[in-house]
């Protein structure tokens, strides 16, 4: 059992930054591939990023690559997503969620834990 509680989001101005957190219960983080998904206003969940257990391989949506980096800290049991140079349409809630082993995968029914989500607002 994993338990995922997101933190850190909140509202900025486009063209700012933001460090989400995802942190995580259970002895066994480091089993863990993580995803990051997002759900706009009106829209469908979306897949954002990806890490592998180790954090030595990611995977990004073309819609991030370049302004959005995800890292883990095993040892802290979290996770992290780094977003920079921030767009109106980067709106969203965005959760975290857990997938036992890698490989890294966009697909949401692949991961089974996932956390309460925090909101992101980019004002134009």
């Known amino acids: 059992q994993v338990q995922l509680v997101e933190s850190g989001g909140g509202l900025v101005q486009a063209g700012g930054s933001l460090r989400l957190s995802c942190a995580a219960s259970?002895?066994?983080?480091?089993?863990?591939?993580m995803g990051w998904f997002r759900q706009g206003p009106g829209k469908e969940r979306e897949f954002v990023a990806a890490i592998s257990r180790s954090g030595g391989s990611t995977a990004y949506a073309d819609s991030v690559k370049g302004r959005f980096t995800s890292s883990r800290d095993n040892a802290k049991k979290t996770v992290y997503l780094q977003m920079n140079s921030l767009k109106p349409e980067d709106t969203a809630v965005y959760y975290c969620a857990a997938r036992y082993g890698d490989p890294l995968t966009q697909r949401e029914e692949e991961y089974r834990y996932w956390g309460q989500g925090t909101q992101v607002t980019v004002s134009s």
């Open positions: 259970g002895r066994t983080f480091s089993f863990y591939a």
